[in-house]
């Protein structure tokens, strides 16, 4: 089981970035799928959540209408868009799997690696 999470960089305020989380080992048909990010200083929260099964979607209020999830089951991967972003966004972001509750509870089956997001003023 590995989750392969990509698409970060350097942007300026007010731009968009596009995260992937690639799957391999399983398929995301019975498993939720979630975003968290890490800002330096502080913990790591969760910022997303998309389950499979349902197509149910969790989003932590500060990112609400800027921040979009979704899945391609096809390419067993799960995307998350980022428009409007903001000095704050700035983190590492890392996609994991579990189920919805464990995701939201910050115990999810399995962490992937981080990709970082820098938003510049």
């Known amino acids: 089981v590995q989750l392969q999470a990509s698409g970060g960089g350097l942007v300026q305020a007010g731009g968009s970035l596009r995260l992937s989380c690639a799957a391999s080992?399983?398929?995301?048909?019975?498993?939720?799928i979630g975003w968290f990010r890490q800002a330096p200083g502080k913990e790591r929260e969760a910022v997303s959540c998309?389950?499979?099964?349902?197509?149910?979607?969790y989003y932590v209020d500060s990112v609400k209408g800027r921040f979009t999830i979704s899945t391609d089951v096809a390419k067993n991967t799960v995307y998350l868009q980022m428009i409007s972003l903001k000095p704050e966004d700035t983190a590492v972001y890392y996609c994991?799997?579990?189920?919805?509750?464990?995701?939201?509870?910050?115990?999810?089956?399995?962490w992937g690696q981080g990709t970082l997001v820098t938003v510049s003023s």
């Open positions: 998309i389950s499979s099964s349902d197509g149910s979607t």
């Open positions: 994991a799997v579990g189920s919805r509750r464990t995701i939201l509870t910050m115990t999810p089956y399995k």
């Open positions: 080992g399983f398929t995301l048909d019975y498993y939720a």
